[in-house]
């Protein structure tokens, strides 16, 4: 099956630092990335869709300058955690496209101190 | 806008004993239904999908599900539960037309106790 690798698998930063997760998709190419965020005991929160080639789409309540999104080639899409806060702290969760499935990468728990 | 509903947040059941969790959904047009399984601090592990074809769909695990679309239902079953079972598993639904992202459910813990 299609594997998709996301790195760091934890992280933990000062406030104020930024920090960038990769996800990237190992055996496939995937145009569409999506970026979920999820706190504990609760479901995926979908923060944006990343497209190869052009800027992201951001979901209502995610602020664009703050999760950088970046997805420059087929198989990599980039988080980018600007000015991190102690309430960004979260797991944060990729997945890649090949319809009809979505592939998950590992996660990354962020730890904002 | 399409969404998911997992009634329950806690579903316990004794080593053995056949589990089911439960899942409705609402979607324009049909669906692509799917159902993963999470452990503490990792990604999604995939079980099973209905796409097309038989109701009935198997999955990983010994899981299976029944898509039954006049209940818009897509509640997953095992005949038999593990101690290993023991997890989150999110219910999933996205449109079968256009590339839109999955729409998740709450998740539902299962608790298989020994």
Redesign the interface.
């Known amino acids: 099956g299609a594997v998709v690798s996301q790195h760091p698998s934890r992280v933990i930063c000062k406030s104020g630092t930024s920090v960038k997760i990769e996800c990237r998709s190992l055996d496939f190419q995937a145009t569409t990335m999506f970026w979920y965020r999820q706190f504990p005991k609760q479901s995926l929160m979908l923060m944006a869709t990343s497209n190869e080639g052009s800027k992201a789409t951001y979901e209502q309540g995610v602020e664009k300058d703050k999760f950088l999104i970046n997805h420059a080639s087929l198989t990599l899409s980039t988080l980018t955690v600007t000015s991190a806060h102690p309430e960004d702290s979260s797991f944060y969760i990729c997945s890649a496209e090949r319809a009809p499935r979505a592939f998950f990468g590992q996660g990354t728990r962020l730890t904002v101190v | 806008a399409q969404s998911v509903a997992q009634p329950e947040d806690q579903v316990n059941v004794a080593e053995g004993n056949p589990l089911t969790v439960k899942c409705t959904y609402s979607v324009s047009g049909n669906p ?1 239904l ?1 159902w ?1 399984v999470q452990y503490p ?6 079980l099973l ?1 209905y ?1 097309t074809g038989d109701n009935l769909v198997k999955g990983s695990y010994g899981f299976e599900a029944e898509f039954n679309k006049s209940q818009t239902s897509f509640h997953l079953k095992k005949p038999s539960a593990l101690v290993s079972d023991s997890a989150l598993y ?1 219910c999933a639904v ?1 449109p ?1 037309s256009g ?1 839109t ?2 729409v ?4 539902t ?1 299962l608790s298989v106790i020994a």
């Open positions: 692509y799917f993963y601090n990792r990604g999604l592990q995939f999908k796409i999110f996205r079968s590339n992202p999955l998740f459910g709450k998740g813990r």
